[in-house]
Structures are given as C-alpha cells and as structure tokens.
C-alpha cells in the first residue's frame, strides 16, 4: 500500500502543485485558480483513530497552513503507509486509510 499511498500523493498532491508553481507566475494580477476535485476529498471524509483525524483535519483547515506544513502532512501520510501502519477502506480500494486520516485515490 505504500505504493499505492506514493503514487496517489504524486498524482493527486504533487502534481497539482507542480502545476501551479507553472502557472501562477503566467496569471495576472488578481486572477483566480479553481481546483475541482471529488466529495472524498472533503476534510469530512478524514476518518480514522479520534482525536488524531480531528486534529488532522483542524490542521488542513487552518488559514495558517503553510505550504511546507501542507508537504509534511503528505509526506508523513506515505511514509505511514510504507511503514505499514494503514487501513484500507470500504469502497474496493479506492481510498488510503493512514492512521491520522484518508487521502483519495
């Protein structure tokens, strides 16, 4: 599953940083970027041991989150799941349970 869990952040995570890094500095001033993604990326589908879920989803919610903080959070998530230390979900595969939280495939 570490696997899984590295190639769903580069996809999913990485990628889409990548590809702003590209374009913002290409954006006017003012202009705006939209990321669309589906309802299992809401911070309502973090589940898993409590407190830590709630933490981790206060943490993702904070006006304070910096990008490297953000970085962290996902590298802390892959390096979970190539420890071992993960749940699958319901749902064939398609979610990633860490101990702190889910990231969607």
Avoid at 12 to 26: D, E, S, Y
Avoid at 78 to 89: D, I, L, N, P, S
């Amino acid at each position: 599953m570490g696997e899984q869990a590295e190639n769903t952040i580069r996809i999913n995570f990485t990628g889409t940083l990548a590809v702003c890094w590209a374009l913002f500095p290409l954006l006017r001033p003012h202009a705006r970027v939209c990321h669309v993604s589906s309802s299992a990326g809401h911070l309502s589908e973090i589940t898993g041991d409590e407190p830590a879920a709630a933490q981790l989803r206060a943490k993702l919610a904070a006006d304070t989150l910096t990008e490297e903080q953000l970085c962290g959070l996902m590298e802390n998530f892959v390096t979970t799941a190539k420890e071992g230390r993960y749940r699958r979900a319901r749902g064939a595969g398609q979610h990633l349970r860490g101990e702190q939280g889910r990231v969607s495939a």
